[in-house]
């Protein structure tokens, strides 16, 4: 999953991103409404988590400016203030989520993760791919033997494959969805990599990765 975070408090957002880090989320950092809009110009994301008062303006600008658009990315703001009307505005801008600070960072991933499940039509928390069992909430990936023994990247490799089985992924798409602007030094390679251990550590799921040759990457339950 790839998600904007638009947050000009410092200690806030940094906590938010080791939280999300750790869940496997890759998380890009905008301080501004400026710096919101030239990463939306230049990327897409799975999430936008937004906040509403900001340096150079209100977060629901850029939420309009978005819809205005026929942008439908899911987006959740945040508020430190307890006002009913900001809140209904939020959501008549076209918000799909809003949480009021302070928060547990536990329910705001649990929101992010709903409002994810939602966009890509799943509405259960686990899923089932042949014998593969995939909770993405509890982070539990299983078969019949018991938990697989995923990595962070692996995990999230195996969620944007999960949510969008049966279709090709192309290796762009995977990329953005796992490596934020911070991971510079990240090449093309690196997914490669990552999709060849997944698919050793699926063995025995009744599911595979197949490779469609110039296209990307596609999961499917065996026959």
Excluded: W
Excluded at 120 to 128: C, H, L, N, R, Y
Excluded at 148 to 165: A, D, H, I
Excluded at 192 to 203: N, P
């Amino acid at each position: 999953m790839r998600l904007l975070l638009v947050e000009d408090t410092f200690d806030m957002a940094e906590a938010i991103m080791i939280q999300l880090d750790r869940s496997g989320v890759a998380c890009d950092l905008a301080k501004t409404l400026a710096e919101a809009r030239a990463c939306v110009d230049v990327q897409r994301y799975d999430v936008i988590v937004l906040d509403i008062n900001l340096p150079d303006g209100r977060g629901t600008d850029l939420l309009k400016d978005l819809r205005s658009v026929g942008d439908r990315t899911p987006v959740l703001m945040l508020t430190a203030e307890f006002s009913v009307d900001d809140r209904v505005s939020s959501l008549n801008s076209g918000a799909d989520d809003y949480l009021v600070k302070p928060f547990d960072h536990r329910e705001l991933e649990a929101r992010i993760r709903a409002l994810y499940r939602r966009e890509q039509g799943d509405k259960a928390e686990e899923v089932t791919v042949g014998a593969l069992i995939f909770n993405a909430t509890a982070r539990v990936a299983r078969n019949a033997d018991g938990p697989l023994n995923l990595t962070r990247r692996e995990f999230s490799l195996l969620e944007l494959l999960v949510r969008n089985r049966g279709q090709t992924m192309s290796k762009e798409r995977l990329f953005e969805g796992l490596f934020s602007f911070d991971d510079t030094d990240v090449s093309m390679n690196a997914l490669e990599l990552y999709v060849a251990r997944l698919r050793k550590k699926l063995s025995g799921c009744a599911v595979r990765i197949e490779t469609q040759r110039g296209l990307g990457y596609k999961l499917e339950a065996d026959a």
